[in-house]
């Protein structure tokens, strides 16, 4: 069969052979066709069987645009590199025609392009779909993608390992390191998302908001997850959420500050005091004598500025514990009674 | 207006064929000279596909028209004996272009399989030869085909009308002709994206203006060659328009393909199902994202490939059995 160049040539004698190769692949590229789409033009063009291979799948197509059975390619026909272990070719026997290496050039940038934009898989659709820099429409389509029902949803936020059996989910970067997003109808257990034995600790984002919301929100519960409190859902947090997202961007608070300042032993004796509602049940959980531990209150209500045994003081402790806990000051593993959330940055923070 | 109507795209891969080649004009009636003195169609001389194929071509000049001579050609494997289907082929090219021989390799196979005769006939074009000469030039070779059938070695009973484009719109023509005037009885009526209608009223006439292959543009510059000032007015005949025709029972069953994205799709989506309205049977396939002829631009598309499977399936059904 003649080739498709000779035939173009015929009718338009004064455009470049170059000119026919790009512009027939550029209008396929800017459609996006697909990988048979894509051969078919090599093949036609070049009046010769083309083939390609990847990790998934061998094509070939012959040069009158009909696919035929895959073979793989022999060592002497010209061949081109798309990426790691992806190769096109074209099965020519004997001597290289002239525009063989241009349409290879141009068959291999096209399929370049169309698997990169093919890539963009359930990770990335998961990304998209809870990025507060998406538009909404991009977000739906993402969702779309996805093909997640139309029920409310919910974003919980867990360690990037394990995932979830069968629900979207995907590793983000985030500015508190990587951590995995994972979206769920709302109302079910999202514990019942994972495999019993592995069930991670999970910050369960807010429902009823958009999904970026609802993502925001489920890394700061996340966050907040401990040993003995491995599920922390944001609307639980209720007006200390409010707080919490507020402090995400700002300097931190000198309450937050001024705790980060105190030692270990401190900070456990105000967690004890904070938990267990009397110095008396405090010092028993610590193992100390109370009138040594009602002392040390005394001196760090000095330090602090307020009295955490007062109404106003409690509160104003439990918001400035939160915000310690959020901004990852504390230093891991150490006393163990604290356990600091697993998804905090396991590298360094940006 | 027409710069903002909306129309369906074209399929990707007949596109970049269309790009690569810079696009297809908007034919004026004085390009026509020009026109004629190039390929209509890129690709390999027909006559040497069929040489190739192993068919033998004897041209025999027959009386046309007002008694005028024109030529077919009588196209079979060489070596042939029996008998077999006859294809009579009304060649494309808008009424003003083109020879016997364009488009006529869309046939050969069906000849091969069927131990069949084609005959493609020589009619005279329009504007040197306005309407009736193209038309009834094609059935004065319709009639002598009929008549030498025996000699031929066609089987009367299994002889099919069939073009593309013009050609189409002359077959369709010339098988009303047939039926009105009790001439050669028809199997069948190949009708390969058909140009039908002179009056320019359609919606898809509109879409496709400026753009695409045989545009508005090229379309009214045909029929202005075909017709003159009889064009759009009730001066033309059923069998220069076919879609004029108010009576279609009686015809021969049809197969009827076009694009969706041609001027002529809704003369011929038309024309389908007013031949189901008349009792006739009829096939009709509308090819998503099609232009006009895109089977002979760009061959090798999936598209294409598509279409002329589908014709190919019509036909099997028609004279396999």
């Known amino acids: 069969m003649q080739d498709l160049l000779g035939r173009l040539t015929a009718l338009d004698p004064d455009a470049s052979e170059t000119l026919k190769v790009v512009s027939y692949f550029d209008a396929l590229v800017a459609r996006s066709v697909g990988v048979e789409s894509m051969l078919r033009g090599a093949a036609v063009l070049s009046g010769a069987t083309v083939g390609y291979r990847d990790d998934r799948m061998t094509v070939r197509v012959r040069a009158d645009g009909v696919r035929v059975d895959p073979r793989d390619m022999a060592d002497a026909w010209p061949r081109r590199e798309i990426g790691s272990g992806v190769v096109a070719w074209i099965e020519r026997d004997g001597d290289a025609h002239a525009n063989d290496a241009m349409i290879l050039e141009r068959l291999a940038l096209a399929l370049g392009i169309i698997r990169a934009r093919r890539s963009v898989g359930q990770e990335s659709a998961v990304e998209l779909a809870i990025s507060a820099y998406a538009s909404a429409d991009e977000r739906a389509g993402a969702l779309a993608r996805l093909r997640v029902t139309d029920g409310p949803l919910v974003v919980v936020a867990s360690p990037p390992d394990p995932a979830p059996a069968a629900h979207p989910s995907a590793i983000v970067a985030t500015r508190h390191g990587l951590t995995r997003a994972t979206i769920l109808p709302s109302g079910l257990d999202p514990l019942a998302a994972w495999a019993q034995s592995d069930a991670p600790r999970l910050g369960v984002g807010l429902e009823g908001v958009p999904l970026p919301e609802s993502w925001s929100s489920a890394l700061i519960a996340a966050r907040l997850t401990s040993t003995a409190e491995p599920v922390v859902a944001a609307a639980d947090l209720g007006a200390a959420l409010i707080v919490a997202e507020h402090a995400e961007s700002g300097t931190p608070h000198p309450d937050a500050a001024a705790l980060a300042a105190l030692d270990e032993r401190s900070l456990e004796l105000l967690d004890a005091v904070a938990g267990e509602q009397s110095v008396r049940a405090a010092a028993a959980r610590l193992g100390r004598h109370h009138s040594s531990v009602q002392e040390k209150l005394a001196t760090l209500s000095g330090t602090l500025g307020y009295d955490p045994r007062m109404p106003r003081g409690r509160t104003r402790f439990a918001l400035a514990r939160m915000l310690l806990t959020l901004s990852g000051w504390e230093r891991p593993d150490v006393g163990g009674t604290r356990d600091r959330a697993s998804v905090e940055p396991r590298a360094g923070r940006q | ?321």
């Open chain 2, 1 to 321: 207006m027409t710069d903002t109507i909306a129309r369906p795209p074209f399929d990707p891969e007949i596109e970049a064929a269309l790009s690569a080649t810079g696009g297809f004009p908007s034919l004026t009636l004085d390009m026509i000279p020009v026109l004629r003195g190039a390929p209509m169609m890129a690709g390999p001389d027909p006559r040497e596909v069929l040489a190739e194929r192993g068919f033998t071509v004897e041209d025999v000049t027959i009386t046309g028209y007002e008694d005028a001579e024109i030529v077919v050609s009588v196209i079979a494997k060489a070596g042939r004996t029996g008998i077999g289907p006859g294809i009579f082929h009304t060649h494309g090219g808008g009424m003003i272009l083109g020879d016997r021989w364009a488009g006529v390799t869309q046939f050969i196979d069906w000849a091969e399989r069927y131990n069949g005769v084609i005959v493609t006939v020589e009619y005279r074009l329009a504007p040197e030869f306005p309407d009736p000469f193209p038309v009834e030039d094609c059935y004065a070779g319709l009639v002598w085909t009929a008549a030498n059938a025996e000699q031929l070695g066609i089987d009367p009973s299994r002889l099919v009308i069939g073009g593309a484009s013009a050609g189409g719109g002359l077959a369709a023509g010339t098988a009303l002709l047939a039926r009105d005037r009790r001439g050669p009885a028809l199997a069948g009526q190949v009708l390969i994206c058909p140009m039908l209608d002179d009056r320019d009223l359609t919606l898809s006439t509109a879409q496709i203006d400026g753009i695409g292959v045989w545009d508005r543009t090229s379309n009214i510059t045909g029929w202005t060659a075909l017709l003159g000032d009889r064009r759009g007015t009730d001066e033309v005949s059923i069998y220069a328009a076919p879609a004029r025709a108010a009576d279609l029972t009686g015809l021969p069953p049809a197969y009827i393909d076009c694009g969706s994205a041609e001027v002529f799709r809704d003369e011929d989506v038309s024309y389908a199902m007013r031949l189901w309205e008349a009792g006739v049977q009829a096939e009709l396939h509308v090819w998503a994202g099609g232009f006009h002829g895109f089977e002979m631009f760009a061959p090798h598309a999936a598209l294409s490939q598509a279409a002329a499977a589908a014709r190919d399936s019509w036909v099997n059904r028609l004279l396999g059995a």
